[in-house]
C-alpha cells in the first residue's frame, strides 16, 4: 500500500503530519473501496452456491461498475438493477456501457417501484425474471461489507500509526467498516457526499453493532462538505481538484474524495486536529465517474 505525504501548509501551520493512502491503486480493476467491501459478499456468495449477482444502483453508480467488474474477473453472472426507465437511459452513459461490456445484464426500473426495491414483493419479482441470485443492496453495504474494510486499517498500521483516518461516505459502510479495526485511542472521520446526511449516524451504529454487543464511541460524522449535494460539482470544487493534483500529482473523483479533502483541509485550518497529531485521508477510488462528468478535469 502507499501511503504519501500531503505537504500542505494548512497542515504544517496546525503541526499535523497529513498522509493520503492510495488505496485506489490497491486492485488494479477493482479500485478503492468497492473492492474492499465486495471481497467477503463474493466468498459468502460462492460457498452459497450462487452464479448469479444481483445488485442496484444510480446510472453513475460505482458500486454497479465494480460490481460488474467483479463478475467478469470471477466468471459470476451479475445483473444490475438500474434507477430510471431504459429510454432515459439511451445511449448509455460510460458507467453503463462499461457494465454491459463486463457482461452485466441491465434492468431498468421507474423510480417508484426502485424506491420500493427493498420490499419482499419487489425483489421476489426480480428474482423471478434473473434466477436466484446473491443480492447486493445498493451501495454494497451490509455486515459482510465490514471485514474487508476493516482490513484496511491493520495493513495501514503496519506502514504508520495514526490518531484520525478520514474517509468520504455514501453509504457509510465503508466507515462502519474503519471504526470496527480501529484499536486504542485511533478516531474514524467521515465526510458525507450527500446533502441532509445525518440520517447515515444511524445506519452507522447499525451496521457496526452487527452481530456484536460492541458499541463504538471511536468515529465522527461531517456532514457539511457535501459541496452542494451528491454528484454537484460545483467549479469551486473543480477548480480544487484541478489545484490538488498540480500539487500532489493525484487525481481525486468527483463525488466523494474530492469533498472528504476539502472538509479536511477545512478542519485543519479551523484548529480541528490535535497538533503533533497524524491524519490519514484514504484515496478510495472512483475515478471512473468522471467519465460521467466529460472527463477528467
Ligand atoms: C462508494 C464510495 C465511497 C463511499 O462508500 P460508502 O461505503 O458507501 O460510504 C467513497 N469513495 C468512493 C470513491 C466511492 O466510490
Redesign the pocket.
Known amino acids: 500500500m502507499l501511503l504519501q505525504p500531503l505537504p500542505e501548509p494548512v497542515a504544517e501551520q496546525a503541526g499535523v503530519r497529513l498522509l493520503l493512502l492510495r488505496d485506489d491503486l490497491t486492485h488494479p480493476e477493482l479500485p478503492?473501496?468497492?473492492w474492499r467491501?465486495l471481497k467477503y459478499n463474493l466468498q459468502e456468495a460462492r460457498r452459497l452456491g450462487h452464479h448469479t449477482l444481483l445488485t442496484f444502483g444510480g446510472a453513475y453508480s460505482?458500486?454497479v461498475a465494480a460490481v460488474a467488474a467483479a463478475g467478469r474477473l470471477t466468471g459470476l453472472r451479475t445483473v444490475g438493477v438500474i434507477r430510471g426507465e431504459e429510454l432515459a437511459h439511451q445511449p448509455l452513459n460510460p458507467t453503463l456501457a462499461q457494465a454491459r461490456a463486463d457482461g452485466m445484464q441491465l434492468h431498468f426500473l421507474d423510480r417508484a417501484t426502485y424506491r420500493r426495491k427493498q420490499e419482499p414483493a419487489v425483489l421476489a419479482e426480480l428474482l423471478r425474471g434473473t434466477g436466484p441470485a446473491y443480492v447486493l443492496p445498493e451501495?454494497?453495504?451490509n455486515a459482510l461489507?465490514l471485514p474487508g474494510c476493516a482490513e484496511l486499517v491493520t495493513e495501514l498500521r503496519q506502514l504508520t500509526a495514526f490518531d484520525y483516518l478520514c474517509?468520504?461516505?455514501?453509504?457509510?459502510?465503508?466507515?462502519a467498516g474503519l471504526v470496527t479495526g480501529l484499536q486504542g485511542p485511533e478516531q474514524a472521520l467521515g465526510f458525507a457526499?450527500l446533502k441532509g446526511a445525518d440520517f447515515l449516524r444511524t445506519d452507522i451504529n447499525r451496521l457496526t453493532l452487527a452481530g456484536t454487543s460492541n458499541t463504538y464511541p471511536n468515529w465522527a460524522l461531517h456532514t457539511a462538505y457535501h459541496g452542494g449535494g451528491y454528484a454537484r460539482l460545483s467549479p469551486e470544487l473543480r477548480q480544487f481538484i484541478r489545484a490538488f493534483r498540480v500539487r500532489h500529482g493525484v487525481l481525486l473523483?468527483p463525488?466523494?474524495?474530492s469533498k472528504m479533502l476539502l472538509g479536511v483541509l477545512d478542519l485543519l485550518a479551523r484548529g480541528y486536529f490535535r497538533r503533533g497529531s497524524t491524519v490519514v485521508t484514504v484515496h478510495?477510488?472512483?475515478l471512473q465517474a468522471w467519465a460521467g462528468f466529460g472527463g477528467e478535469p
Open positions: 478503492g473501496n468497492k467491501k460505482n458500486h451501495g454494497g453495504s461489507a474517509v468520504a461516505c455514501g453509504t457509510g459502510g465503508t466507515l457526499a473523483d463525488i466523494y474524495t478510495t477510488g472512483g
